[in-house]
């Protein structure tokens, strides 16, 4: 099992101290599973302060390219100032899994509102995967398959008011 340790300061400015198990990467985030997690996480590399264990593991410039979500920060913050204004132009394809019905279907409406692609199956085009309680392994190894960014609501709820990912 290869292991890495680093200090990551979130979005907020808050620095903690993360062990990935089993991680991936490409040249713009790490994603992977911490012990007793059930699904991977994403980390910005941007955001990571310094590496205390296995960055000579890091692939670096040999990484594969990351997945590119189609909105800009611009456009999403001038979407927040003017709701009617569409912030994603609906080439992103998101993926609800592991939530009540009715929380999926405000989750549903909320990313249709942001000119989002709701889909229900996992497919290659598949931008983003947001994952609830009780998500299947089998939706989320298919998203990480396709490169898919692996999101919980707080993150996707993050991603829609700034148009940044945590």
Known sequence: MTV???????AKGDITERELIQ???????????????TFPKTFRKDRIVEFSLGEELLLNGAAPPAPKPRPSE?????????????AFDG????????FSAAYRVELEQLAEG??????????????FLCYGDNAGPTKVSKAQEAGAFIIDSDQFLHLVQTGELP
């Open 74 to 86: 611009i456009a999403a913050a001038a979407a927040l100032s003017n709701p009617q204004k569409t």
């Open 4 to 10: 890495i340790r680093f200090s990551y300061r979130d």
């Open 91 to 98: 080439q992103n394809k998101i993926l609800f899994t592991g």
């Open 114 to 127: 942001f000119g989002m692609n709701v889909i229900k199956t996992p497919s290659k085009s598949l931008t």
């Open 23 to 37: 991680w991936t990467e490409n040249t713009s985030y790490i994603q992977g599973r911490a012990q007793g997690d």
